[in-house]
């Protein structure tokens, strides 16, 4: 009966997930999976952001959900674009993995954003992504009902199903936009932004004769940075995502603390520790912690479930690494004043 109950939590759980975009914790850390319009946005001429998310993988017996991306975004023709405009392109690569069934979903998105300057104080951008998805099951390590005998499963039984294909292909949009605002002594600055991911809501089904479309997913995301004199950094933000009636609602703080005597706020040539604590409402408590050494910022948190349901199933808890590199221009007379972390 255990058992029984096992396999109907994580089939609430996780059935779900098939038709939803997974997230990272450390959502800063992969700015092109949650808006285009962040393509560019970061004071240095590149950025190449690495994420490694591992969930679930305390449940017994299972395989947990494995997600990686890698993204690289930079600015071009900054001699061209007129002075504190910045034209950004980039590339997002995603991958993750699940289940015995070994259910896979990759895509790769290249994009591009305008960010357009309005005076010193105030920036507005738009960002389009335009890129190829792929979703596939092993459907010979699954199970059907009718397969079932009674007192088991008969692998070698016709499962019933009309499976079209293992594998499916797709095109992808997603589209997004974003405003900043920073102080005249660049102590602060705040920003908001919106974007909505499979705006032409692609067909992933396997099953011939039927339609799936990939839901849409809206996002909203916003937040604060405050660099004090003594080099201290405190950067409240938060996220909400809704996509095909689940919701979540992710917020907290980052504080940072210089580890030199000089402060810089782009980063460059400095070093800086950092931690924070996170909520996604009705999942989990986030714990976040990271280290940045000049132009490298190294990221690692941890998930832990305050739903009972979910601790009863095993499934409390999920890990993080994230990596930056930036590529710091030899002078900058465009700043955009992104928080390194």
């Known amino acids: 009966m255990k058992r029984v109950l096992l396999f109907i939590g994580i089939v609430m759980f996780s059935a779900p997930m098939l038709a939803q975009d997974l997230h990272f914790s450390q959502f800063y850390n992969s700015p092109l999976t949650i808006n285009p319009a962040l393509t560019g946005k970061e004071d240095a001429s590149y950025r190449v952001n690495a994420n490694y998310?591992?969930?679930w993988y305390t449940l017994d017996n299972?395989?947990?959900?494995?997600?990686?991306?890698?993204?690289?975004?930079?600015?071009?023709?900054?001699?061209?674009?007129?002075?504190?405009?910045?034209?950004?392109?980039?590339?997002?690569?995603?991958?993750?993995?699940?289940?015995?069934?070994?259910?896979?979903?990759?895509?790769?998105?290249?994009?591009?954003?305008?960010?357009?300057a309005l005076g010193y104080n105030h920036k507005i951008a738009a960002g389009l992504q335009l890129g190829l998805g792929n979703k596939s099951v092993d459907f010979g390590k699954l199970l059907f009902e009718n397969q079932y005998i009674g007192i088991g499963f008969d692998p070698n039984l016709p499962t019933g199903e009309n499976v079209a294909a293992d594998n499916v292909n797709h095109f992808d949009m997603n589209g997004g936009v974003y405003y900043s605002y920073r102080s005249n002594d660049d102590s602060w600055n705040a920003f908001i932004g919106g974007s909505l991911y499979?705006?032409?809501?692609?067909?992933?089904?396997?099953?011939?004769?039927?339609?799936?479309?990939?839901?849409?997913?809206?996002?909203?995301?916003?937040?604060?940075?405050?660099?004090?004199?003594?080099?201290?950094?405190?950067?409240?933000?938060?996220?909400?995502?809704?996509?095909?009636?689940?919701?979540?609602?992710?917020?907290?703080?980052?504080?940072?603390k210089q580890l030199g005597s000089i402060y810089n706020p782009t980063g460059q040539g400095s070093t800086a520790a950092y931690g924070g604590v996170f909520w996604r409402k009705d999942d989990a408590i986030i714990g976040k912690a990271g280290l940045q050494f000049d132009n490298m910022n190294i990221g690692l948190s941890g998930d832990f479930a305050n739903s009972e349901i979910k601790r009863a199933l095993g499934l409390n808890s999920a890990f993080e690494l994230s990596f930056t590199l930036l590529g710091f221009p030899e002078t900058d007379d465009k700043p955009i004043f992104c928080p390194s972390f």
């Open 198 to 256: 499979h705006v032409n809501a692609p067909d992933i089904a396997f099953l011939d004769g039927s339609t799936a479309e990939l839901p849409e997913r809206s996002v909203i995301n916003g937040g604060l940075t405050y660099i004090a004199p003594n080099g201290i950094v405190i950067s409240p933000s938060a996220l909400i995502m809704n996509q095909s009636g689940a919701h979540e609602l992710n917020v907290g703080t980052i504080v940072g």
């Open 62 to 116: 299972s395989k947990p959900i494995a997600t990686y991306a890698v993204s690289v975004d930079g600015r071009i023709l900054d001699d061209v674009i007129p002075n504190y405009d910045n034209l950004g392109i980039g590339l997002q690569a995603f991958y993750d993995t699940a289940g015995d069934g070994q259910y896979t979903n990759a895509s790769i998105m290249p994009s591009v954003a305008y960010h357009k």
């Open 53 to 55: 998310r591992n969930q």
